[in-house]
């Protein structure tokens, strides 16, 4: 059975990261000369997750002939594309199918495989250490707390005077240079 329908894509690999999304996009022809309903269908290959790929819009389509001069009329199908997180890295395929919607286990059209390539994931850098920065400050200033209590002025030792006359008191704080003379 001839094919009625030509599909083309990008030729060169797509590559998503996991745990990112992309998208593939298709492009339909209708090679009759007449109004034909297609199914759209997605085809993982080998390793590849049919969870991964998601059909954005209808699955069974209207495809318009070619114009009157003969110009194709083109329909673009994109495929969402969703690699998720821990994927291994490698290289995945899939390609669509575009199946008569009256006949698609006889007619249909095979597009292109479209390879993915899953590159190893890079692990993300470390933040910054902000708990060195509290555990200095809580040291800092604990020490400083520590050094002002050993060093700071002792407080001068008062004797006792008890008893002793005011002359004898002035001039020994004269002479320890507690007081100034007058």
Not at 86 to 91: E, K, L, Q, R, S
Not at 153 to 159: F, G, H, I, Q, Y
């Amino acid at each position: 059975m001839p094919r009625i329908f030509d599909i083309s894509t990008i030729q060169d690999p797509v590559a998503i990261e996991p745990g990112k999304a992309g998208k593939v996009s298709f492009t339909i022809t209708n090679l009759t000369t007449q109004l034909q309903r297609g199914q759209i269908h997605i085809k993982p290959q080998g390793n590849a997750s049919p969870s991964w790929f998601q059909l954005d819009g209808e699955v069974v389509r209207s495809f318009l002939p070619s114009t009157q001069q003969g110009a194709p009329v083109t329909q673009q199908a994109t495929v969402q594309v969703t690699i998720p997180p821990g994927t291994p890295p490698d290289t995945y395929r899939f390609l669509i199918v575009v199946a008569d919607d009256a006949n698609p286990e006889e007619v249909y059209t095979d597009s292109p495989v479209v390879a993915l390539t899953v590159p190893a994931s890079v692990a993300p850098k470390p933040s910054f250490p902000w708990w060195i920065v509290a555990v200095l400050a809580v040291v800092v200033g604990v020490g400083g707390v520590i050094a002002w209590i050993i060093l700071r002025p002792k407080d001068p030792v008062l004797a006792d005077y008890t008893g002793r006359s005011l002359t004898s008191v002035q001039q020994q704080l004269e002479s320890q240079r507690l007081v100034g003379q007058n």
